[in-house]
């Protein structure tokens, strides 16, 4: 299988997934938590490499569909299951200058 193949089953199994997570928006319980959280830990950790890299907008703009709440709640839930509090946040941004200057906002 040449790599163009395999980008392209890649691509589709991402779509797969992303319209079968779109589906269960409506009724979650069509996703497994145990699964769904190995989801979400791996995406998460492909969102880190991928920013690390240049990658800085992890939702399409304008959201993608994503509420303030949606991020608020998932936010919060990652801080808190990692032990992390918003001070912890706020220091490690002031350190590393991995935070959001004015000029990178995309809400101006």
Known sequence: MSSSEADGRSAETLTRAADALAAAVGDP??????EFRTLIANAVRLYAVKAEAGMRMPVPQGGGGVTITDAMVTVTDLLHSLNVQLFELSMWQAMTGNCIAPH???DV
């Open 104 to 106: 990178q906002r995309v």
């Open 29 to 34: 319980d069509r996703i497994p938590d145990a």
